[in-house]
């Protein structure tokens, strides 16, 4: 344990000085801050725009993180050959790649709640706003609020849920660095980008996958009692069916944040992350499992 | 029985896109083969230093890449300290420097050792101590707090000797340690092997400046192409017989030295002074009567021995052509 903690605070240092991530969190904090000029040309709810804009940005640049700063951890290390030294050391290869896992995921759990926090000013900055008060004053007011909300789940009306939202999106890319880390454990930075972004998207898509597997079977059904002939299952069905099956449900912590938004209820969260805890360990028992017996350069 | 034995160990590198292995399944997509090494078989006995010597390419960097569990062995095996490859036992036992070492380079000197002994598992007050030490040791005491990016490559390399101290180890692997040092350099690094040595522990290195591994190694294992080409101590493998005389003499003729001219290898005259190189040991003698018989002056009597460079050479040149082995 003692030795994975040493990996990870070292590849957070690694991680805070690397340049990308600022890029990314300055644009990330920038949508945020503007979410509630963007909510004025809104017809509906400007609450809710702020909020789903404010959620967007977290998730992806969270993502974006993930995979910028995720997919070159592993593999500069086997590039600058760092990896030697550490390999000789009395570490076994699982726990340097843990490491370097929980230290990515340090990483963008950190920057999370920075974005958080921006998020939560924000929410408040525009409800005292919308409720008349002075600029100076109502930002000092949400500054505060926004700090305390981040201890205080609940305490106030406006950003009721929300922070359960933030816990599911934080699992949701816990699934994500997963696979970033995965990637990279045996391809280049550029092919384990891709293939992150991928299985991201895919990811996200797949209860439209789902269902384009069902369209495809309905059709097939269709098509075979037209023709009195016995139903034979499509490859396309199997093929969309195969990869709903292999690519992480992300679609279901989505309908989480939606729930919290739309509905102003959570009853779904904790299914999710059990869901999120389980499929990021069977990830990376399988990175550790290709990493462990890798010839090095 | 030796504290680091190999058995036909031997390593064919296939540069390939994926190289993964479970068990008895391989999943690989490759293209080209090459031997870096060739049924290397070696017994390296415990307080010992040993050379792993070889040109370029010669399968040292392998052999010892191998040993680290950097790398695995396509056939063939190994052991450290009686143990299977691997073991953490023994990995706490041991250190290791790589060759042309990068390291953090966003870390501190200090913070660097200090993130090494976290992975051996030292408490905050022993790495603390160790480090002091180290630091001490290598000569780094004044850059312990400036990021590794403005290390030189002299002090890269003296933080990454450090680096394998940290535990003090029974078997100290060095590879290439004193490759890209000045000569100044290359002493300390000398002088802190033969301190090890001195403290009971293995030093195993590589090198193939063969000046330096001559003036430290009790035994040698010669590569070429992956293979070996001899292994033992330096006084069984250099012939012990002298190769030729080299004498220096004052105070004699000009006319004096062009009679003796046919029946010397090499005469050189530089500042009053004739140097002289005589293949025969009948004829340095002779020479040497007659001079101080004429009046001149012995200056200097050479017998010179085989050095390592010179069987090197002999060795290497009735090897076969290469195959284009890999570092």
């Known amino acids: 344990m003692k030795e994975i903690t040493a990996i990870a605070l070292n590849t957070f240092k690694e991680a805070i000085r690397n340049r990308i991530l600022y890029v990314i969190l300055i644009f990330a904090l920038l949508l945020i801050l503007f979410s509630g000029v963007l909510s004025q040309l809104t017809i509906s709810d400007r609450l809710q725009l702020i909020k789903s804009l404010g959620f967007a940005a977290i998730n992806l640049f969270g993502v974006a993180i993930a995979v910028f700063v995720g997919v070159s951890l592993v593999y500069n290390e086997l590039e600058k050959k760092t990896i030697y030294t550490i390999v000789s050391k009395p570490i076994g290869r699982w726990q340097f790649l843990l490491g370097k896992y929980f230290g990515l995921l340090l990483t963008v759990w950190v920057n999370v709640l920075i974005m958080t926090l921006f998020f939560l000013i924000s929410v408040h900055y525009n409800v005292g706003a919308m409720q008349g008060g002075g600029l100076a004053s109502t930002l000092l007011a949400s500054i505060g609020r926004g700090l305390l909300n981040l201890v205080a789940w609940n305490a106030f009306e406006p950003t009721q849920n929300l922070m359960f939202v933030i816990v599911v999106t934080c699992m949701e890319l816990a699934i994500v660095t997963a696979f970033a880390i995965l990637f990279s454990s045996f391809s280049t930075p550029t092919l384990s980008m891709f293939f992150t972004v991928l299985t991201f998207v895919a990811g996200r898509l797949n209860e439209h996958i789902i269902r384009f597997a069902d369209t495809v079977l309905e059709r097939a059904r269709d098509e075979a009692l037209a023709a009195a002939a016995p139903l034979t299952k499509p490859f396309a069905y199997w093929f969309a069916i195969g990869a709903a099956h292999v690519v992480p449900n992300l679609g279901a912590f989505h309908r989480s944040v939606t729930q919290a938004i739309y509905q102003n209820e959570v009853t779904l969260w904790p299914g999710t992350i059990l869901y999120g805890v389980l499929y990021t360990a069977g990830i990376l028992c399988l990175a550790i499992l290709i990493f462990s017996r890798r010839n090095f350069k | ?327």
């Open chain 2, 1 to 327: 029985m030796g504290i680091i034995e190999t058995e036909g160990l031997t390593k064919i590198y296939v540069r390939d896109v994926i190289d993964t292995e479970f068990g008895r399944l391989r999943i690989r997509l490759t293209n080209r083969k090459t031997v870096a090494l060739q049924d290397l078989s070696l017994d390296v006995q415990q307080g010992e230093i040993f050379g792993l010597l070889g040109p370029n390419g010669a399968g040292k960097t392998t052999a010892i890449k191998i040993l680290m569990g950097i790398h695995f062995p396509t056939s063939g095996s190994a052991r450290l300290m009686g143990k299977p490859l691997g073991d953490r036992e023994v990995k706490k036992r041991i250190g290791f420097l790589p060759e042309n070492p990068y390291f953090y380079d966003y870390l501190k000197g200090w913070e660097f050792l200090d993130f090494y002994g976290q992975l051996y598992g030292m408490d905050k007050k022993t790495r603390r101590r160790k480090i002091e030490r180290l630091l001490d040791q290598v000569g780094l005491t004044h850059a312990a707090d400036r990021p590794l990016r403005g290390y030189s490559k002299g002090m890269n390399q003296r933080i990454g000797l450090a680096q394998a101290l940290m535990n003090d180890p029974e078997i100290v692997f060095l590879d290439e340690p004193q490759s890209g040092l000045d000569p100044l350099g290359r002493k300390e690094v000398r002088d802190i092997i033969v301190s090890l040595r001195d403290e009971g522990k293995t030093v195993f290195f590589s090198s193939h400046i063969l000046s330096d591994a001559e003036m430290i190694c009790d035994r040698v294992a010669i590569l070429y192409r992956g293979k070996l080409q001899s292994l033992g101590t330096l006084g069984s493998l250099l012939s012990q017989s002298v190769r030729d005389w080299e004498i220096v003499l004052r105070g004699v003729s000009d006319e004096f030295m062009d009679r003796w001219r046919p029946r010397l290898v090499r005469l050189e005259k530089s500042d009053g002074d004739f140097w002289v190189i005589a293949k025969e040991e009948a004829t340095t003698h002779e020479l040497i009567r007659e001079a101080t018989a004429a009046g001149g002056v012995l200056i200097q009597l050479l017998p010179r021995r085989e050095s390592l460079e010179d069987y090197f050479i002999r060795q290497v040149q009735g090897s076969p052509e290469p195959r284009g082995a890999a570092a």
